[in-house]
């Protein structure tokens, strides 16, 4: 068969970061291509590449048997390829529909003015084809991060081109929108449209991809069909060394202690129904919460951690009730949150990793003043701990990869030495040798008594690590099962408003 | 004689002694060819004269209701509220109602014309304008003498269709000034004059008629401070001035607040006692600077005096007096000598 | 049942117009002018007369165009400090030309005018989107430059000596400047809101890399909004010489912040991706009736300046109560 | 060898210093300054005097000594365009209180120009921070407010007849100005790089949520950075009437634009998270050599004005290709 793109030792640099070294990369109509790699292997870079929104250094692309050059996002476009970007790109003051038709409005034939009922009522189409559950008449701001993702793919979709470019757009939905995704993708590959993607979850490359193309480090190592290649081949391709999987070992343990203990919390603008959430969190702990996107989770977490304001509700901390008013009553106690969002809430893009790290720890780095060399050091310590790539704290964090940008707000919360640690989606765009390091983390710190909840839409992460797992549907806490008890079904079962 | 010279020119006509009418530094590109007109005017009267002949304004004389609007420059300086106090209380002492506007930076010349509007709209018995751009009031102006009511242009610039100019001529003070600077240097060496906005009526009137006279009668060089109206550029410009050209001993400045801030300047240079500093206007600040021997001279021109005739000029136009079209003020040198004088007024 | 049902319908119809209305941007400004407008109503006799109303209008217009113009500016990111310097070199040629060439050749001195905006605007636009210079900085440095050529070309002398005709034609009583102003708007809202390059201002400033990646040549756009406010220049030069039947060199000064201001109050976020027409226009409204009243009121000026800060304060204070986010 | 490897490290090494200086953001600015230093010094004679130089450091003091507290200001991403009428009204307290109560009671002077710094900065800071109106608009209004109360509360009479005392010690030949900006410079840089507060200024204007969710009291900081505004205004009118013995109800207008370009052109970024002290002084030194230079060539009054702009641009040119992103 004839393939629709060819790259040909394609390099890219980044002033002194070699991000691709001569990588090649073929992809054929109607097939469902997944480009795999540790974070900062150079995935990101080469889509975009290919997209039109960064030049290669060298090399050559061949686009439908002629040579090209993408020289813009707009060309590329024109030329029939599409991508949904790796951090979200929408305009947050404009509607869905607006949105999704940026660039590609619709106008009256014969005046030229924009179309706005018709785009609106395309856009309602579309998004029923993804299964959205919002209307296209509301501004993007006020949506999660899930939807949003919805609009983004929403928004490839309705250009219907011939390559479609997906940098990771499952990292932040449920499994319930993904195999909604996974189905969409599925038929376009049977309409001939080549689909190149990027996911660090192993389950869905075997669940949708045809072939596979690994990158490490920037370079090509290896591409091939999906059929017949074993999950321990594949991890040690991508990473060039073994990973044993972690599990939560501490699980059979009898908690000691409440940590934490929250009752009928309930928040100012009304996101959480019924009597608020109540549960509690045993010492050395770790307690998963699950639920579909817009549950209510992350809501529930930013209330104790003091980002929202509270309505009702007691927190007690060790038993003693604490009234948590601001963000810093919240690390007083001793907890911390990793955001889902990292680039809005997680990290600062103008400063350096060391600044953004030690951001929240300069009261144990000072020494009356505070020291560059002090930070610089604390920095150096965490990321050589996270395995964050490149290690240099003099980078700025916004030109990291997205996986390693996840580490570093991981190692700023970590290096305040919380007791009680929330994160919110904390494996979010981490690869899978991360994921492990971070797993192993986390059993450290459940070792030295740090009670952990983790919010996150995996459910095999879920089951792994979980010591007890909470199911929150529409805003209410529908139910709290013990590890031993849980399997997907059930899980699910709750999230969509089970009972039993 | 640094001495009052407004005896030998009691009207307008004869003080074009220099004979001239193109003040401008390079008279080939003034687009419009537009120079300082009252000064030629025929129809002009000195105010001594003009008040001995159409006798005093009395309370009597006033018609039922009438009221002043009043258009001025810069609020935050002393010489425009020393006039407009001098309206206010001849207002009071006639029984007549005012009100005064100021714009705030003295280039706003939309200000001014909005402010001039909305008295018109008011509708006020008589107007005082003092504008410093004087094409900005130019078309309310005839309108409102095209509707009977009379326009006062006090001091400034010259309004063409307004009722009657009053104050002393800038050109005239200006001339005076590069008489002094002559005598001051015998001739020889260079002055500076500091100007207002380059851009501005007023300051180049002080400005160029001063070089123009300088440039006629003497060898002297002159040399510019575009300082914008702002002392401390002033005060920055003339230090660096003093750099360039140590011989500058006669600095013309367009205002009082510039003579402060270019003595400043001075004084940073280490030039302060080989360098005259003159200004005009006479407001406090000036006058005690003067008196402190820090500015060597300033002129005065009893801006409360012309407050008070524009008051009476707009009564006399009311109750159809003739009134020429030009009222000339005097104009008085304050220096160190005579400066107790004038710290009274 | 089905009455109760239709009646709370109703209400709950009746809610969400008011949210609706409390949710709207412009609220919140619109209260502060109709606060204005009562106020000096009642506290003094000649605000609410024909002339005066008429007065404020045109008034309102200079500052509105620039307003208009800038709206395009902020809403896309940027900033211009240099309108006023922009207007006063459109002005100078189109009195140069309407003085040399006489009234018949009108189209000609507003073809120069809009020539000379054109030539501003592409000035700002293109060093400020394609060659990415910081804005601020950027449009100060014009203003300077602008300004300088200005007085290097009139050599500091006002352009005067207009045809009667054109002072007839200004004063004659129809508010020219109000109807011009107006007409400026409803073109902008008309291509702000239904036009491609519209909805491409408020994309590229409200996200310019996800316009980029969506296909927009933000900087085209970019540099379009200043080609739009030099545009907008030219046109309030043409009020700006009608309404003073000349042209200074130093017109126009500190006419950049009143623009800001304007548009800003009228809700332009300086961040970019946020702002509207009738906004603009408002906001130059408040400003006219805040400078009228105050005259009016017989404020004598020192108070005046005071007052001006405090009503601009006070209305963003307002605006930021009237609506949450 | 061995030799070569080390002629490579020596090689290398040399190539990495001089690749960090082209990536350090001072280098455009510092070129531009030295250019401009090596041009006037050979096209004039009294440019490379020790006088000139001395003056040229004074008079960028007052505009250095803004721009340092702007700097606070703008990298919170943040703006204050009331700068002028605080510095105004500092001054004319410092001076009101200097010529009542006398030289012996200057402590009181001093206290009373700091107390108004921070009040005016406290205003700033709590409406802009607590408030959260758009600083545009805001210190928009608050000048307008500040510069109304000056003209109140002087009466629009310049307050003068300082103490002799006074006078010398401003006039003796020593610098005080550059030396009060040099040691501002230097305390603000300490502030900036050893505390937290400093830190937090940067994160604040770089990501004002992230900062908020990592525990950082963001209004406060915001608050804060008017504050150290405020306090600048208070030492700028110190020197300033040092410098002109005198304090005028106008004082300091425009002074607000000199001090956002001298923090702009050295590299602080509009939009918050960028900038650096030594880049505000260097800002201010071009500025204030640029004045300089054009009297000094005798460039006539109306050219001044255009080249005052040209070299701007040119500077955020320079600025703009010596620094890659
Ligand atoms: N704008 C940039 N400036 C500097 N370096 C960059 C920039 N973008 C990417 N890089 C660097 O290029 C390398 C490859 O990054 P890329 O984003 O392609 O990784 P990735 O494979 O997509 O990783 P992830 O799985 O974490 O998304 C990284 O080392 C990153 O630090
Ligand atoms: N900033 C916001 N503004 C307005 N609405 C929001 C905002 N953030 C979240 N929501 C809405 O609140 C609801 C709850 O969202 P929340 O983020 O708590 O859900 P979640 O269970 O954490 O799901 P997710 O998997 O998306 O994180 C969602 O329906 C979402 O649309
Ligand atoms: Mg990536
Ligand atoms: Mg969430």
Redesign the interface.
Known sequence: MEHILELKNISKSFRNTKALDGVSLTLYPGEIHALLGENGAGKSTVLNIISGTYLPDAGEMIYKGEKTTMESPMYARKKGIVMVHQELQLVPEMTVYENIFLADEIVNPITKFIDYKKMESKADELLKRVDADFKSCVSVKSLSIAQQQMVEIAKALHLNSDVMILDEPTSSLTDKEIEKLFVIMEKLRAEKKALLFVSHRMEEIFRIADRITIFRDGKFIDSMPAKGVGREELIYKLTGRKIQSVFNTESLKKPEGIALSVRNLKDAAGKIAGDGVSFDLYKGEILGFSGLVGSGRTETVRLIFGADKIRSGEIKINGNTVKIKSIRDSIKQGIALIPENRKLEGFVGTAKNMNNIGMCSYDRLKRGLLFDRDILKNAKEYMKKLHVKPEDPMKHTQNLSGGNQQKVVLAKWLCTGPKILIMDEPTRGVDIGAKEEIYKLMNDLTRQGVSIIMISSELPEILMMSNRIMVMFEGKMNAIINREDATEEKILNYAMGGTS | GCGTQSEERKTGENTSSSGSKEA?R?GD????G?TWMAENETDAMYYKDYEEKLGEVTKEMVPKDFSIGVVSMA????YW?NLNQGVKERCQELGIEV????V??P?????T???A???????YSAYIFSPE?E??L??ITR?IVGEGYPVINAYCCEINDATCFIGSLDSETARMAADLAIELLDGKGTVAVA?G?????LA?TRTNYFIDRIEKNSDIKV??I?AQW???TA???T???L??NPDVSFIWCNND?LG??VY?GL???NAIDDCYVVSMDG???GL??VA?GEVYATYWNNPKLIGRLSVDACVRAAVGQDIPRVVTTDVELVTKENVEDYLEK | MMERKNYQAAASGQAIGIKKLLNNRLTGIVLVLICMIVVLSLATDSFLTPNNLLSIMNQASLKGILAIGMTFVIVGAGIDLSVGASMSICAMFLADFLVKYGFEKIWLAVLVCFLAGTACGLINGLLAAYLKLPEFLLTMGTMSIFRGFDYVYTNCQTIRGMDPRWINFWNAGIPWPAIFMMALAVAAWLVIKYTKYGRYVFAVGGNENASRLSGINTKKIKCVNYMVMGWCCALCAIVYVGRMSSAEAAAGDGFELTAIAAAAIGGASLAGGRGSIAGAVIGALILSVLSNGLTLLRVSSYYQTMFTGVIIVVAILIDRFTQKD
Do not use: F, W
């Open positions: 401008s390079d590109s003034i687009i419009t537009y609020s935050s300086n002393d509220i009100a005064v506007e100021y705030e930076g280039t706003d010349y939309e200000q014309l909005t402010n509007e909305t008295l018109y709209n008011a509708g751009n094409t900005c130019e078309e309108k100007e906005d380059v851009a501005a009526k180049q040399e510019e575009p702002n002392p401390t005060r920055t410009m230090t660096d001035l750099t360039a607040d402060l801030g400043e004084r940073e240079a407001t406090k600040a005690s600077s402190s």
